[in-house]
């Protein structure tokens, strides 16, 4: 949740993103190199490592863009495209799923559908250990046939 300050946000507030501004025009300006070498390579290594991360130069240097079919799904008959494992777009996709069958625009905010929303997310932490080792969706197959729930986790 964005909530600069800790002041959560209002209809029609203004949200200043300085630091993305800056590393856009900076890519836009030097091309992809700005973002693998130089500064911006110097920040994200500098955050990853102050978080006990092992990232290093020479990774970020080394990257190498993998393009891929976008996972697809569908909702209410319309279809959802976003990325696959380790993002959480297959648990996206899950929890879409889960939550299709119910009629949500014509009951409402209702207490129970809250909880039905609620109890959906609640898969996200335990399914993304799951989904993070499965790295080949290019058959298409449906999610809910993939992911193995373990409610013990």
């Given amino acids: 949740m964005f909530a600069p300050n800790g002041v959560l946000l209002k209809e029609g507030d203004t949200i200043q993103r300085v630091n993305l501004s800056r590393t856009l025009s900076l890519i836009a300006e030097r091309g992809p190199d700005a973002f693998y ?57 899950h929890m879409l799923n889960l939550m299709e069958k119910y009629d949500l625009p014509a009951e409402g905010r209702t207490n129970v559908n809250v909880h039905r929303l609620i109890e959906a997310t609640k898969c996200k932490p335990s399914l993304l250990g799951e ?23």
Wanted: aromatic content about 8%; glycine content about 8%.
């Fill in 37 to 93: 070498h130089g500064e911006i390579a110097d920040a994200i290594i500098s955050r990853i490592r102050a978080e006990g991360g092992i990232v290093t130069h020479e990774d970020l240097a080394n990257y190498e863009v993998k393009v891929s079919r976008a996972l697809e799904g569908t909702y209410r008959g319309r279809k959802v495209y976003t990325s696959h494992a380790p993002t959480s777009g297959p648990v996206l996709l």
């Fill in 131 to 153: 989904l993070s080792v499965i790295s080949d969706f290019s058959n298409n197959s449906w999610l809910c046939c993939t992911v193995r729930y373990h409610p013990s986790v």
